[in-house]
C-alpha cells in the first residue's frame, strides 16, 4: 500500500475536479480517460511512480468518474438547498 499515492489522488482529485453539468463534444468517458493521464503525469513529476497509483487505483478512470459524479451532485445539492 503507498500511502503517499492515495494521499497525492485524493488531494489532486479534490482540487481539480469540479461538477461538471456539461460534456464536451468528445463525451464523459474521453474527459475521464485524459484526466486520468494527466493525473499519472502530475503524480510522475511529484516523484510517484505510475505503478504506485496503479496498484491503489486499478481502474484510474473509473475512480476520476466517481470523483466527476460526486462533485456534480454535491453542486445539485448546493444549488437545490440554495433556492429554497
Do not use: C
Amino acid at each position: 500500500m503507498s500511502e503517499r499515492a492515495i494521499s497525492f489522488v485524493e488531494a489532486w482529485l479534490s482540487e481539480r475536479i469540479q461538477p461538471d453539468v456539461f460534456h464536451n463534444e468528445e463525451g464523459p468517458a474521453e474527459r475521464n480517460k485524459y484526466l486520468a493521464e494527466q493525473l499519472i503525469l502530475d503524480a510522475g513529476s511529484a516523484g510517484i511512480a505510475p505503478h504506485e497509483i496503479e496498484e491503489e487505483y486499478p481502474d484510474l478512470t473509473s475512480t476520476v468518474a466517481e470523483a466527476m459524479e460526486a462533485a456534480s451532485d454535491a453542486e445539485a445539492k448546493r444549488l437545490t438547498l440554495e433556492e429554497d
